[in-house]
């Protein structure tokens, strides 16, 4: 089984900085790609930022400029440093990934979320 741990989530003024981490164990043949998506209460799911193998990136454009994602492929880990946070940033932010766990079989994984609050 593939898990994905975050962590990094908690409470930063507006203008502060906060830097998730997600590790991907288990049985993992390659990853595709990794990201980050975050929820608010009584919001839809939203795509933050995206992270293919070959480091292609894309942004939600309300992060674009403060939010950076990278990943470590040696520690199948994703990261995302995010800086001049704004309250309406506040949100539950789960990692996602595609992950290959054999040669004929490619599967998405979701985290279980760390909480971010942004206070004003």
């Known amino acids: 089984q593939v898990q994905l741990v975050e962590s990094g989530g908690g409470l930063v003024q507006a203008g502060g900085s906060l830097r998730l981490s997600c590790a991907a164990s288990g049985r993992i043949f390659s990853i595709h790609f990794m990201g980050w998506y975050r929820q608010a209460p009584g919001k839809q799911r939203e795509l933050v930022a995206k992270?293919?193998?070959?480091?292609?990136?894309n942004y939600a454009d309300s992060v674009k400029g403060r939010f950076t994602i990278s990943r470590d492929n040696a520690k199948n880990t994703v990261y995302l440093q995010m800086n001049s946070l704004k309250s309406e940033d506040t949100a539950v932010y789960i990692c996602?990934?595609?992950?290959?766990?054999?040669?004929?079989?490619?599967?998405?994984?979701w985290g279980q979320g760390t909480q971010v609050t942004v206070s004003s």
């Open positions: 992270i293919t193998a070959g480091t292609s990136t």
């Open positions: 996602n990934a595609r992950i290959r766990t054999t040669l004929l079989r490619e599967d998405e994984y």
